[in-house]
């Protein structure tokens, strides 16, 4: 089975959420049942380099705009580097959430 990692950006003015969003998909991509907003949720303001500039983070908002890259290193760390800033997660990380338990089993 292939797991596939995308990133959604989205800017929901309702709620006024600016969000970098990991989702996974399970099907080859047809659906995206876990998504996880990339923060650790600590308060304060980044600058994001380029077209993004300053930003707020915290456990609502993340990095809203930039360019991606990203890649899965052998140590199975997931690294994302945005046009200034780096950020470093695993499976564990966004699956943690009891919402996504069901999933855990596809990825072993």
Same mark, same amino acid.
């Given at each position: 089975?292939?797991?596939?990692?995308?990133?959604?950006?989205?800017?929901?003015?309702?709620?006024?959420?600016?969000?970098?969003?990991?989702?996974?998909?399970?099907?080859?991509?047809?659906?995206?049942?876990? $998504?996880?907003?990339?923060?650790?949720?600590?308060?304060?303001? &980044? %600058?994001?380099? =380029?077209?993004?500039? !300053?930003?707020?983070?915290?456990?609502?908002?993340?990095?809203?705009?930039?360019?991606?890259?990203?890649?899965?290193?052998?140590?199975?760390?997931?690294?994302?580097?945005?046009? $200034?800033?780096?950020?470093?997660?695993?499976?564990?990380?966004? &699956? %943690?959430?009891? =919402?996504?338990?069901? !999933?855990?089993?596809?990825?072993?």
């Amino acid at each position: 089975m292939k797991v596939v990692i995308n990133l959604i950006r989205r800017h929901t003015r309702l709620i006024l959420i600016f969000m970098c969003v990991a989702a996974l998909s399970f099907d080859e991509g047809k659906s995206w049942p876990v $998504k996880k907003l990339l923060t650790d949720g600590k308060e304060r303001f &980044l %600058d994001g380099g =380029a077209w993004t500039g !300053y930003f707020e983070m915290n456990a609502t908002n993340a990095e809203p705009r930039g360019y991606l890259g990203m890649i899965q290193t052998p140590d199975n760390l997931i690294n994302l580097v945005s046009s $200034k800033n780096h950020y470093r997660f695993n499976l564990a990380w966004l &699956l %943690d959430n009891p =919402a996504f338990k069901k !999933y855990v089993a596809f990825i072993r």
